[in-house]
């Protein structure tokens, strides 16, 4: 069992930057991959990046690469999201999901755990 924390969202202006963290308990995280998802109004829930047990593996959505990079920290149960040049459109909630395998996933289904989700605002 895995309790995901996200933490770290808030209001920016565009151009501005953001790091989201998320703190998981139990003593097994680093056998976890990780990933951030985000859901925008009346949107879906879309991928953002994902990243492999061990932090050297990494996927991002082809729309964000360049601008989010994803890492993680197995001595402190945290993984990360730092969001560079934020855009309007990056307005969503973000959830950081734990799947219990080494290897990363795009798909939010093969996630096993999900955090509540942290409110990141990007005003124009």
């Known amino acids: 069992q895995v309790q995901l924390q996200e933490s770290g969202g808030g209001l920016v202006q565009a151009g501005g930057s953001l790091t989201l963290s998320c703190a998981a308990s139990?003593?097994?995280?680093?056998?976890?991959?990780m990933g951030w998802f985000r859901q925008a109004p009346g949107k879906e829930r879309e991928f953002v990046a994902t990243?492999?047990?061990?932090?050297?593996?990494?996927d991002y959505a082809d729309s964000l690469k360049g601008r989010f990079t994803i890492s993680r920290d197995n001595a402190k149960n945290t993984v990360y999201l730092r969001m560079n040049s934020l855009k309007p459109e990056d307005t969503a909630v973000y959830y950081c999901?734990?799947?219990?395998?080494?290897?990363?996933?795009?798909?939010?289904?093969?996630?096993?755990?999900w955090g509540q989700g942290t409110q990141v605002t990007v005003s124009s």
């Open positions: 990243i492999n047990w061990s932090g050297r593996s990494t």
């Open positions: 999901a734990a799947r219990g395998t080494y290897d990363h996933s795009a798909s939010g289904d093969d996630y096993n755990y």
């Open positions: 139990g003593r097994t995280f680093s056998s976890y991959a």
